[in-house]
């Protein structure tokens, strides 16, 4: 089983910044997409943002638009998010995702999911 771990969230305050990273194990062969998600208690899953792991195709919800910044280090095999501006409606569990294709919105893409890192902001 492909294990995908979150870390660096927290509290931080309207307006602030987090870097979330994601350590991943991607297999070679063909084409793979990696992505966040986030999920508010009681809520389904958002798409956030999304990124081509062998080009430098991304995908970014209008919600975060000019605000957060999807990246990548493929020696590591890790994901960032890089979040400024963050305002109370981020807050949620945030998720990082795998699978083959291209970078999408659609969950129903993503195969491999990780266990969610709290953001939390507060006003």
């Not at 089983?1 to 994601?22: F, I, T």
């Not at 208690?41 to 999304?50: D, I, S, T």
Request: hydrophobic content about 35%.
């Amino acid at each position: 089983q492909v294990q995908l771990v979150e870390s660096g969230g927290g509290l931080v305050q309207a307006g602030g910044s987090l870097r979330l990273s994601c350590q991943a194990f991607v297999h070679t062969g063909g084409t793979y997409s990696m992505a966040w998600f986030r999920q508010a208690p009681g809520k389904g899953r958002e798409f956030v943002a999304a990124l081509s792991w062998s080009s430098v195709s991304t995908l970014y919800a209008d919600s975060v638009k000019g605000r957060f910044t999807i990246s990548k280090d493929y020696a590591k095999k890790e994901i960032y998010l890089q979040m400024n501006n963050l305002k109370p409606e981020d807050t949620a569990a945030y998720l990082c995702a795998a699978g083959p294709g291209i970078p999408t919105s659609d969950t129903w893409a993503y195969k491999t999911w990780g266990q969610g890192t709290q953001v939390t902001v507060s006003a």
